[in-house]
């Protein structure tokens, strides 16, 4: 029951606001003086602060305050400062040959750093934040290299990217379609697929594979080489280790046969400026595959290819 009747409470001397319920009042006890006063100075800041620093959004867009400060300015400022300090280090990744780079060991270290900040940007998506891949992804964790493992050939890799189109510098291969497009019967098929278990050591030789060392010495010999080590120069994979991009079991591999792969990778020249390219070379460079630098030795009588 309510009682709506206001008095002064004896032991407090403080008014009540005439509420009761059973016997418990509500004391109209103002808030301490030390509470108040702080309550009025963040008032008071806030007016302060709306006059001096930007504060009010609107339409056209907000209050610059009179001392005319920014965040925005201040970062511009600071990453103005950041790119001033690192110029001369990015002159000087600019300056020196991919293969080259690691004679500097410093000049190195900076460009692996810079490159680790680029995979987590653009390549984590694909080949995970370890680098490790997954089924159709590669790993580049090991030395197993399409096209090579080497710092010049990994930097053409990212500038040209994988089977881009309408970009004649790519890299590019193409495995045919050997059951889709007509090339091999489901019984030829097979008998490749028991060829390629037995050449990687997953299986142990049968007639089906010895049919299929014929078949794979007429239609695929030409691109992964008569033992099936593959060949960097087209793009064609080893056959003989136990490194799958897809997967090595006789189902995927007959899928392979039949159906081909075509995975894509973006050519990062259009994305990313050299200097960027080279950083991220040196990172993915150094996961653990990467493969040292072997410079062909000068021959006026021999024209050497300098595409990787």
């Excluded at 610059?64 to 300015?73: F, Q, T």
């Excluded at 392979?256 to 070379?281: C, D, H, Q, W």
């Excluded at 009588?301 to 595409?307: H, I, M, P, W």
Aim: glycine share 10%.
């Amino acid at each position: 029951m309510a009682d709506t009747k206001k008095r002064i409470d004896e032991p407090t001397g403080t008014e009540t606001v005439g509420h009761e319920w059973d016997g418990i009042e509500e004391l109209n006890t103002p808030l301490p003086r030390w509470w108040l006063w702080t309550f009025y100075a963040t008032i008071i800041w806030a007016l302060v602060y709306t006059v001096f620093y930007p504060a009010w959004p609107g339409i056209a867009g907000y209050t610059k305050g009179l001392l005319g400060w920014s965040s925005e300015e201040e970062l511009a400022e600071e990453m103005a400062e950041e790119a001033e300090r690192r110029a001369p280090i990015l002159e000087a990744i600019a300056a020196t040959p991919i293969e080259r780079l690691p004679e500097d060991s410093e000049l190195l270290r900076f460009a692996q750093v810079g490159g680790e900040s680029l995979f987590k940007n653009y390549c984590v998506q694909c080949h995970g934040t370890g680098a490790a891949g997954g089924k159709g992804y590669p790993n580049l964790n090991d030395d197993e290299w399409l096209w090579g493992g080497d710092m010049k050939a990994i930097q053409y890799t990212l500038e040209h990217g994988i089977r881009n189109p309408d970009h004649d510098e790519t890299r590019f291969s193409m495995m045919p379609a050997f059951g889709r497009d007509g090339l091999l019967s489901e019984e030829e098929i097979a008998d490749v697929t028991a060829h390629v278990r037995v050449i990687s050591g997953q299986a142990d030789p049968s007639e089906a594979a010895v049919r299929g060392a014929e078949i794979f010495g007429q239609q695929c010999a030409v691109c992964h080489g008569p033992e099936g080590a593959g060949d960097r120069e087209q793009g064609a994979p080893n056959l003989t280790d136990a490194i799958w991009l897809y997967g090595g079991d006789t189902e995927t591999i007959r899928q392979t046969v039949r159906n081909s792969r075509y995975g894509v990778m973006p050519r990062f020249g259009a994305r990313l400026n050299p200097v960027e390219i080279k950083m991220l070379t040196a990172y993915v460079h150094s996961r653990g595959g990467g493969e040292d630098f072997v410079e062909v030795a000068e021959n006026p009588e021999t024209e050497v290819d300098e595409r990787p």
